[in-house]
Every structure is written in structure tokens, then in C-alpha cells.
């Protein structure tokens, strides 16, 4: 057999692989958006905003303002904490969020995902507890594998996480003589279910975590993409509310799904001795986030966009979410289950148990139509029947066509 020079490359860099690189894969969903990209496919498979949101022409004039007055400044480097209007901006955000907090709070990363890069290099080593909702994100299992820690799973309902599942898995620790580096949630339109977690028991998460000293990284990039009912307080206000500034929740958020994901702006509130250390893990990474997309993200935003922008989204997503909950309603079988997200992106399916969703997404490909299995949203395996739709990225008729085509999929399955 002839060993070519590519092969000989790939052994030798392969022999020196560090031994967490066992535990770094491909994100399920980014693969199968390869394939949902081939003509006439439709996907509820990527969390992806809606191209027919993006508010090009805002963004383009932003950047070229930026450009004629700030060229020097916002082409140069810049401070890691982020570009100082920019911050000085999120602080106002913050403060209408809910969460009083100085610039000493905040810091700019490079979406909300390399935040929980950050925390997990901060706090894990081998072994540790990290404790994740049942099901969780996967783009968050994915950034914490690399530390190699071990998933306790805690179980949700409609109202999100059940507290008293938080309090059985703390004692089971304790017993143990072990306790959890930190617990990760999205409180609110959770990805992947879209379930939020109640008001009442968001201030019961908080009193259990100032009882047991356990930190809470809350990632919220939905929250603002609210189509029906009242908003509960973020964790991380909750978390100020009692203490007086950032003690036990770490907060992170983006502009992705608000204005566009392509910036790859999002932020992290934080205590400040937990942003200090968050401050030299990012200047290992990427010294800042791109001072020119800051500089566009602050630009379009003091032009008043976000204000504008948010309500043109809200009514779109809200249009797509009720063709779909219409369209499971009408085409769905016996036995299906799903939730109703009040916001966000996302719904979750669950069907009886004889069905799997990896096996149906191969018979769903070939009717031209993608979801993401439910599996790669447990961090322990499980969830074999369950399937994650998103609702955000097509548009009604689209949406309704797609389930009409997944029922067939389903159909043919029990057949």
C-alpha cells in the first residue's frame, strides 16, 4: 500500500494529539446543515435567524459611518473588555434588562458561545460536575467536552427545570462528598425544547444556589424574542436583586438573533473577580472581539436600530411559530407530543417510544425535509424519540408543507 504525503501527515500530527482531543466532535447540527443547504430541501434542522430579518441596509450604513469617521480607531486593536462605547451601550442594555451592573461587569466575546469556552476552561478539570438540563443545548456540550467533565442531567417539564431534581442531584453529591463546578441553563425559550423556566421557580434556583454556593451560568440569547405571555426576571437580575451586584449567575448573550448572527458580537456579565480571569483566558484566545464588528454593532444600535428591529422580529417568528404549532396540530399522529414555546426559535417533538428519530431523519432527508434528532441534546445518551424543529428560518407555507411531509416520514415509519 502506498502511503501518500497527506496520510503521512495526517499519522504524524495524529501521534501527538492531546488526550482531550478524544472528547471534541463535529456538531450534529452543523453537518446536517451541509446537507439541508441541496435544492428543494426543507429545514427545521439549524438555529438560524431568518435571512428575511437581517437588516442589511442598517448594517451597511452603520459600517460605512464607522469607517469615515473611526477608520483609524476601529481597524486598529483594541481593549480586550471591548470597545468602550460599545460597552458603555450593553451597560444601558443591561440596566433595562433588569441587571444594575458597572462596566466592570461586562465583557464583549466573540458570540455567546465563546463564553461558555471560557467558563468551562476557568472552572473544569477532569472529573468535574458540570450539571445541564435534560435536554440541553448541544453547541454548550460541545464547548465543555474538551474539559472533560462528567454530566449530571437534571430533569425539566413545561415550567422548565424542576427544582426539586436541582435539590435531589446537590444532596446525591454531597453524599458522595462531591459537589458541581457550575449548573448551565437557558432559562429562557430553552434550546432545544422552548420551554422557559417559571418566575417562581427562577427565585427558588437563585435561593438554592446562594444555600450551596453553587455558580449558575445563565445563557440568554432568546430572551428578547417573546411572542405571548409575561416575561419573568433573568436569573442574573434575581441574582443582583439579593446580593446588590453579580454574585452566583454568570450571564451571557449576543446580538445574534437580534440583529445579525454574522457580527459575531455577543457579551458576558459577570462577578468581577470571574471577569477579570475571563479578561486573560480571552487574551489567550483572540486578544478581542473584532474591533470593527463592535464598532458597527454600537453604530447601528445608538441609531436606534434594536429598538426597531426586535418588534419586525417578534412578528415574524410569532407568524412561523403558530404555523407550525397549526400544522403539528393538524398532520402530527396519535401519540405525538410537543411543546408551545411562548418565544425563541425552537419546539420540541416527542413521539412514542417505538419510534427513533436518527433512523426517521434518513427517510426524512429523502422526502426533502431535516429536523435534528433528540439525541445529541442529552448529554448521556437517551431521548431516541424526540426531535428538536426550529421554526424561525422558513416561512409559513414552507413550514406547513415541510410537516405535511414529516407525517408522511412518520407515517411510512409505523407501516
Known amino acids: 500500500m502506498t502511503i501518500t504525503a497527506s496520510d503521512s501527515a495526517g499519522q504524524l500530527w495524529e501521534a501527538h494529539w492531546a488526550s482531550a482531543v478524544g472528547n471534541i466532535s463535529s456538531s450534529a447540527i452543523r453537518e446536517l446543515l451541509k446537507v439541508t443547504e441541496e435544492p428543494g430541501v426543507i429545514s427545521f434542522a439549524g438555529g438560524l435567524p431568518s435571512p428575511d430579518c437581517f437588516p442589511a441596509e442598517e448594517i451597511a450604513l452603520a459600517a460605512e459611518r464607522v469607517l469615515a469617521n473611526e477608520a483609524g480607531r476601529v481597524l486598529q486593536y483594541g481593549p480586550t473588555e471591548g470597545f468602550p462605547p460599545l460597552r458603555a451601550f450593553l451597560v444601558e442594555l443591561m440596566r433595562a434588562r433588569g441587571l444594575s451592573i458597572g462596566p466592570e461587569h461586562l465583557l464583549v466575546t466573540n458570540g455567546s458561545q465563546q463564553g461558555l469556552d471560557m467558563i468551562a476552561k476557568l472552572l473544569v ?28 442531567t437534571l430533569p425539566m417539564d413545561d415550567d422548565g427545570l424542576q427544582i426539586e431534581g436541582v435539590e435531589r442531584a446537590l444532596a446525591d453529591l454531597a453524599a458522595a462528598g462531591q459537589a458541581p463546578k457550575f449548573l448551565y441553563t437557558v432559562a429562557s425559550f430553552q434550546n432545544p425544547t422552548g ?44 441574582d443582583i436583586e439579593r446580593h446588590g ?15 445579525v448572527p454574522g457580527l459575531r458580537v455577543g457579551w458576558a456579565v459577570a462577578p468581577e473577580v470571574l471577569l477579570r480571569r475571563m479578561v486573560q483566558v480571552k487574551q ?20 436606534g436600530l434594536l429598538a426597531r428591529q426586535i418588534p419586525r422580529i417578534r412578528a415574524v417568528y410569532q407568524q412561523r411559530r403558530d404555523a407550525m404549532l397549526g400544522a403539528l396540530e393538524q398532520y402530527l399522529p396519535a401519540g405525538a407530543r410537543w411543546t408551545k414555546p411562548d418565544g425563541g426559535m425552537f419546539l420540541w417533538i416527542t413521539l412514542p417510544a417505538s419510534y427513533n428519530t436518527t433512523d426517521l431523519l434518513a427517510r426524512a432527508l429523502e422526502r426533502k425535509v431535516a429536523f435534528v434528532p433528540g439525541g445529541a441534546f442529552h448529554a448521556n445518551g437517551g431521548g431516541t424519540n424526540t426531535m428538536r424543529l426550529n ?22 415509519a409505523l407501516g
Open 125 to 152: 478539570d477532569p472529573g468535574d460536575v458540570v450539571l445541564v438540563e435534560e435536554p440541553t443545548y448541544v453547541g454548550a456540550l460541545q464547548a465543555f467536552r474538551p474539559y472533560r467533565p462528567r454530566f449530571v
Open 245 to 259: 451586584a453579580p454574585r452566583h449567575v454568570l450571564y451571557l448573550s449576543t446580538f445574534s438573533k437580534l440583529l
Open 284 to 303: 489567550g484566545l483572540d486578544l478581542h472581539t473584532s474591533s470593527l464588528a463592535q464598532a458597527i454593532a454600537y453604530e447601528a444600535c445608538r441609531d
Open 195 to 238: 420551554v422557559t423556566l417559571s418566575a417562581e421557580r427562577r427565585r427558588a434556583l437563585i435561593a438554592l444556589a446562594a444555600r450551596h454556593g453553587l455558580p449558575i451560568v445563565e445563557d440568554d440569547p432568546y430572551g428578547e424574542l417573546r411572542y405571548s405571555g409575561a416575561a419573568p426576571p433573568l436569573l442574573a437580575a434575581l
Open 391 to 412: 421554526f424561525s428560518f422558513s416561512p409559513p407555507d414552507t413550514i406547513v408543507e415541510g410537516v405535511r411531509r414529516l407525517s408522511e416520514v412518520f407515517k411510512a
